[in-house]
């Protein structure tokens, strides 16, 4: 592609309308992956719908980047495929790739091309960037463009690499921990343009695991633990299914209350009790209502909580 | 593991020369002739240097091993060097070690300790190679010492050049550079007359005048230690200066954008190799022009047919005229191509190690076309190093009053092709197929089968198994014909294994380091 077409590329950019889009972005079956002795992922089955924003959830080794490794054809799947806007991820992934940018957990560039030539590279492999949003970006996320990569900070480093993949406007930004080594100023300048994206009608794949970023951003969410999918769901449908905590304090002594299903009591103070109540409030409710109730405050999981209820072991509720 | 592999081609060369011209050679009269018309003769002290005394054994296995392991002494030492001094830092790695307990003098020291071990073992490796050879303890022990002389001079070069350059690349080219030149003026020293003294001013050169076997100098010794404790003592007290993860030339951070060569992967391939391939142009070009220019002095008294014969066993042709004498050296260029050759695809390796080739596949770039790139610049730069060569040759040739057409050099240089082609192809496919040793396969390949070229016959082994390496299949051009077909038989392998590796790289994991 030459720069002229470039440019005509890039001043106009096609915004997308959300939901016009009849092939899920990514489509993963059966997607499995086996290094030596190691299964890395099992089984994976995945859909994400064009213009999500999908979480991707998991501790160090959980098998998140080996899930991005075979959406790119990096890496061949042991079992199964992954499809890229109907494209087979390993047997086409220059049709894949087309639709697609990428962002990796630690920022892969050459050392010795400036931040402008990095930028000026990948556009052109890409075939095309919106310039103008290039630009923008690179004030927004304070990058100093003639500075070569080897002298740039890890964090720095990062955002070219993010800049580079936000600018090509791509159908599907697969993010792989893009903030990690991103200050939080930059961290909300992350957040604010992947809200762009979404507005765009762009679909995200955010594997993070930083919660609160996932939170804030993700339309569902799914947490992977030992290469297998153990949940997956809106926020709140994942709330619904965790506990939520319930606070308790009374005027006088904290009484002794009959044994509920679903209700786990705890101690939080001389007259104060915790319940952990997964399901219905309900009957709590009708047995705190003999008693001298001071103050009741209940709050809804956080994902962070989900996300340890999954992890500390009972959490598998047999889902694959 | 690279030690290892050295100490094992000290051993065996040790062993294999001493006893080849036992067998070669039994009588005196044999090695007078051989004395009179091969010894003599400059192509041969190119690689072997200057010879001293070789109606014994171990006379000639001093000229004939010292001169090459001494080259491969040199350039073990700088590897050595450069791995713990500098490739440890730009791999972040000393960061964590110094973040430890451990001082930069301390770590310093401690690799230097390394290095040290590494030479007393090479130093045992070559004499107990002479001993099995036959040769006495105490001539053996002294010769491989000659040779183990130069490897801490060569690690104090690459410690300084470690200290220099804030690359492990920018090291290796910086202390590959030195290297070369001292060979440089050993190559001139013991090829053109009245410049003997030359050789005082190369470590190389230094092994020479040690005259193992030939009236002993050990006292020369003392330039190689105070060589090597100066260079050493300097480069730690750069070390001990300097911040961690810089060297002194220091490259500028900021530069104002240039967007030439940013259009294809390929494009980038050249723009990121082109400084190293005009290192590689430049030092080619230079050294065959000092061996053109020494052509015409190549002694031109006959020699008998049976000597003929002999010197046929050590993989020579006709080497005592002018073109004789070139067709020969142009061997080594055969060889430094097929070193560019293997290189490139290291240079291939080190962007899917360091996992940028993730970058540039994650964009629609098909593999296939990013290898195919890479090859393809592989290749062109061959051929431009290999026409250099002969270019180079010819100028250098002419300038000294030898009678060579320019064309007959340029084919000598594009017969260095089918064989750095071939071993392009087959490092391509050691790549593709086992990434992680890729380097070590390739690089290992091309030693053993130029060793083997040089040692094959000599010990008798099977005309079959002889013809095993394509060094045996090149005509020694402008001396000899060229060999089209042999040339177009490595080709075709040459492109069956590039297709194959392409095959194969497009169905397998990218790997990192």
């Not at chain 2, 003599?40 to 005394?53: I, Q, S």
């Not at chain 2, 080190?350 to 993730?358: G, M, N, T, V, Y």
Request: with cysteine; net charge positive; glycine share 10%.
């Amino acid at each position: 592609m030459s720069a002229l077409e470039l440019k005509a590329t890039a001043s106009q950019p096609q915004p997308r309308p959300p939901g016009d889009r009849p092939r899920p972005a990514i489509r993963a079956e059966g997607l499995s992956k086996r290094y030596g002795s190691t299964l890395a992922l099992d089984a994976l089955e995945l859909a994400v719908g064009g213009g999500e924003v999908y979480g991707y959830l998991g501790p160090n080794g959980s098998g998140k980047t080996t899930t991005i490794r075979l959406l790119l054809g990096l890496h061949r799947p042991s079992a199964g495929r992954a499809r890229v806007f109907g494209h087979d991820a390993w047997r086409e992934p220059v049709a894949a790739h087309r639709h697609l940018a990428y962002v990796a957990g630690e920022p892969f560039l050459w050392p010795a091309l400036t931040s402008a030539e990095t930028f000026e590279f990948l556009a052109r492999l890409h075939g095309g960037v919106d310039v103008a949003y290039r630009e923008l970006l690179v004030e927004r996320f304070q990058l100093e463009p003639d500075k070569k990569v080897r002298a740039l900070s890890k964090g720095n480093r990062q955002k070219v690499q993010l800049i580079a993949a936000l600018a090509t406007r791509a159908e599907l930004l697969l993010l792989d921990e893009p903030t990690s080594g991103l200050d939080p100023l930059m961290e909300v300048a992350f957040r604010d343009c992947v809200i762009e994206a979404k507005e765009r009608g762009q679909t995200v794949f955010l594997s993070s695991h930083i919660l609160s970023e996932v939170e804030a951003l993700c339309d569902r969410v799914g947490i992977l633990r030992e290469g297998r999918l153990v949940d997956e769901g809106t926020l709140q449908q994942l709330r619904h299914l965790a506990a939520q905590t319930v606070e308790v304090t009374f005027a006088g002594g904290a009484p002794r209350l009959p044994k509920l299903a679903g209700v786990e009591v705890q101690s939080a103070g001389p007259n104060a009790l915790r319940f952990e109540v997964s399901g219905s409030i309900g009957p709590l409710i009708a047995a705190l209502a003999e008693h001298p109730v001071a103050t009741l405050t209940s709050r809804e999981p956080s994902l962070e909580e989900i996300f340890i209820h999954h992890y500390d072991g009972s959490g598998d509720r047999g889902r694959r | 593991m690279r030690t290892i592999s050295f100490l094992y081609l000290f051993a065996l060369y040790a062993y294999t020369q001493a006893v080849g011209y036992r067998d070669g050679y039994p009588t005196l009269a044999d090695r007078m002739g051989f004395a009179r018309t091969f010894a003599n003769n400059k192509a041969v002290r190119l690689f072997y240097g200057e010879p001293h005394d070789l109606l014994s054994v171990s006379g000639y296995v001093a000229w004939r091993v010292g001169g090459t392991l001494a080259i491969a002494a040199a350039v073990f030492g700088l590897l050595a060097a450069v791995r713990a001094l500098r490739t440890e830092e730009d791999a972040g790695r000393q960061e964590l070690v110094l973040a430890g307990v451990v001082s930069r003098h301390t770590a310093y020291l401690s690799s230097l300790a390394a290095i040290g071990i590494g030479t007393v073992l090479l130093w045992a490796g070559e004499s107990a190679g002479f001993l099995a050879g036959g040769l006495p303890l105490g001539g053996a022990m002294y010769l491989s010492l000659a040779t183990a002389s130069i490897v801490p001079v060569s690690a104090g070069a690459g410690a300084l050049a470690s200290q220099l350059a804030p690359t492990r690349r920018m090291a290796l080219e910086l202390g590959g550079a030195l290297v070369g030149l001292w060979l440089l003026l050993r190559v001139i020293a013991d090829t053109a007359g009245g410049v003997g003294w030359l050789r005082w001013g190369t470590p190389l050169g230094w092994a020479e005048l040690l005259r193992p076997f030939a009236g002993a100098q050990p006292l020369v010794l003392v330039l190689p230690a105070i060589t090597s404790v100066a260079l050493l003592a300097i480069a730690g007290r750069i070390g001990a200066r300097r911040d961690i993860g810089t060297g002194v030339l220091r490259e500028h951070d900021s530069a104002a954008p240039r967007l030439r060569l940013l259009s294809s992967p390929a494009a980038q391939a050249l723009r990121s190799e082109r400084a190293s391939l005009l290192v590689w142009l430049g030092s080619v070009g230079a050294f065959a022009c000092v061996l053109g220019a020494v052509a015409k002095s190549s002694s031109t008294a006959g020699i008998s047919k049976s000597l003929n014969r002999e010197l046929g066993k050590l993989g020579t042709g006709s080497i005592t005229t002018p073109s004789g004498y070139l067709g020969f050296t142009f061997i080594f260029f055969v060889l430094v191509v097929s070193l560019f050759a293997c290189a490139q695809v290291g240079a291939a390796r080190h962007e899917e190690a360091e996992q940028r080739l993730e970058t540039l596949l994650s964009t629609p770039v098909a593999r296939r076309r990013w290898l195919g790139g890479r090859l393809a610049i592989a290749a062109a730069g061959a051929v431009a190093i290999s026409l250099t060569a002969g270019l180079a040759a010819w100028v250098g040739a002419v300038s000294g009053g030898a009678e060579v057409s320019l064309a007959k050099l340029l084919e000598a240089g594009a017969n260095c092709l089918p064989v750095a082609l071939l071993f392009l192809a087959l490092a391509a496919l050691a790549y593709a197929i086992v990434p992680r040793a890729s380097g070590a396969i390739a690089y290992g390949l091309l030693a053993v089968a130029f060793l083997w070229d040089l040692v094959g016959s000599l010990l008798g082994a099977p005309r079959w198994l002889v013809r095993l390496t394509p060094f045996e299949h090149i005509g020694l051009v402008p001396a000899q014909p060229f060999r089209a077909g042999d040339a177009a038989a490595m080709l075709a392998i040459a492109l069956a294994a590039a297709l194959a590796a392409t095959w194969i790289f497009t169905r397998r994991d990218l790997t990192g380091a």
